[in-house]
């Protein structure tokens, strides 16, 4: 059996036993698994990766470049990927503007990248992650309170100062940064794991190994899709990708002595699923408005938790597949050909049915002249007798 299939079978059973265990598992159980998951089992997984790679300033290109796609996909947010919504739902377009360009490669991506790709791989993806994280934890952050202060016609400087100092403390407090700062502080010295004491360096790669399993059964136990904005979701799903495909396209034409590793972290990593920092800010706006009683909220929490609901699933069948079927992924013609697909196939739906409205008008035209003269003769025929 193919190298790659087998791993995707063992992968996608052990999501399967999540999804059995959905029944037996509360909404709290799955807030220990996730704590668990970025607290522990991550930050051990990327300490290990980080100090088996060599500290060169060529690095920055990672976090720049992965900055760089978070900002082209927030302009294309605004202009490609919710065009299709009615013009009244704003909320919803403000809230696809914030979840659509973030990544949450943690629980989406990492744990595949360690699968198929190794650690020096994930080490590489870990450092693009930091540009990542400055666009979802700051830049967005910024652009909420920017939309939630033009629209409360208030004076909000002194919250924002705080709201500000509070993020850069959940930043800094975060493990995975202390994990990553410690990792490239001790790269810089020119220590590696084997420096530390044995008992440490065995603490950490036994908490690595709890990784991949543990991302497995979270993912197959939070999985709930809800009805109703099921359609919608999807087709910009559907269409995030496919732009997404386009620009890592693009990317590997443009460095075209890139190795297949390299290629395959380009095209998955920006195919994560969305984040939920961006949904703490909407949470975080959603209840100053609800205390300063604000008849139109600025962001839709309920769209934004469908959207989250659908993207991990969505992102992981994505990147299983990026991996399973891995050598038609390294081409940047086939990336930007299925780009180009994923943007049709959620296109389609809006352009027929603009279409069919088209023609509607059209046969409203024709048939109201025929109307008014058959109106017409009635009357004639009423004054006559």
């Not at 994280?133 to 919250?159: C, E, N, P, V």
Request: aromatic share 8%; charged share 15%; with cysteine.
């Amino acid at each position: 059996m193919n190298f790659a299939l087998q791993k995707t079978l063992e992968l996608l059973i052990i999501i399967g036993l999540g999804l059995l265990l959905q029944r037996k598992v509360a909404k709290q159980d799955l807030k220990g698994v996730k704590v668990l998951i970025l607290s522990v089992a991550l930050p051990a997984t990327i300490f290990v990766a980080l100090l088996k790679i060599e500290l060169k300033g060529t690095l920055l290109i990672f976090p720049i470049l992965a900055l760089t796609f978070n900002l082209l996909m927030l302009l294309a947010s605004k202009y490609l990927l919710s065009v299709t919504l009615p013009i009244k739902e704003n909320a919803k377009k403000r809230t696809l503007m914030m979840l659509l360009p973030s990544l949450a490669p943690g629980l989406s991506c990492f744990p595949f990248i360690v699968v198929y790709l190794g650690d020096d791989s994930l080490a590489l993806a870990a450092i693009a992650d930091v540009g990542n994280k400055i666009f979802g934890l700051i830049l967005l952050y910024m652009l909420a309170m920017h939309w939630y202060q033009l629209r409360a016609l208030k004076d909000k400087t002194t919250s924002t100062k705080s709201k500000m100092k509070s993020l850069i403390m959940s930043l800094l407090n975060e493990p995975i940064n202390i994990v990553i700062v410690l990792g490239l502080i001790m790269l810089a010295v020119g220590l590696n794991l084997s420096s530390l004491p044995s008992f440490l360096e065995n603490t950490v790669l036994s908490m690595k190994v709890l990784m991949t399993p543990l991302v497995l059964l979270f993912i197959g136990m939070a999985v709930r899709i809800k009805s109703g904005e099921f359609g919608v979701i999807i087709n910009m799903l559907i269409r995030r990708a496919g732009l997404t495909f386009c620009l890592s396209s693009i990317f590997v034409f443009l460095f075209p002595s890139l190795t297949p590793a390299l290629i395959l972290l380009l095209v998955v990593f920006p195919q994560s699923s969305c984040s939920f920092w961006p949904f703490a800010h909407m949470s975080a706006i959603n209840a100053m408005e609800e205390r300063d009683e604000h008849p139109e909220p600025t962001f839709d929490i309920n769209f934004a938790v469908n959207v989250l609901a659908c993207s991990l699933p969505f992102s992981t069948i994505l990147i299983i597949g990026i991996f399973s079927f891995s050598d038609f992924f390294i081409s940047a013609p086939t990336l930007f050909g299925i780009g180009l697909a994923a943007l049709g196939i959620s296109y389609a739906p809006h352009i027929l049915k603009s279409k069919s409205f088209l023609r509607d008008r059209e046969k409203e035209k024709f048939d109201s002249p025929i109307i008014e003269s058959e109106l017409k003769i009635v009357e004639n025929d009423q004054n006559k007798e």
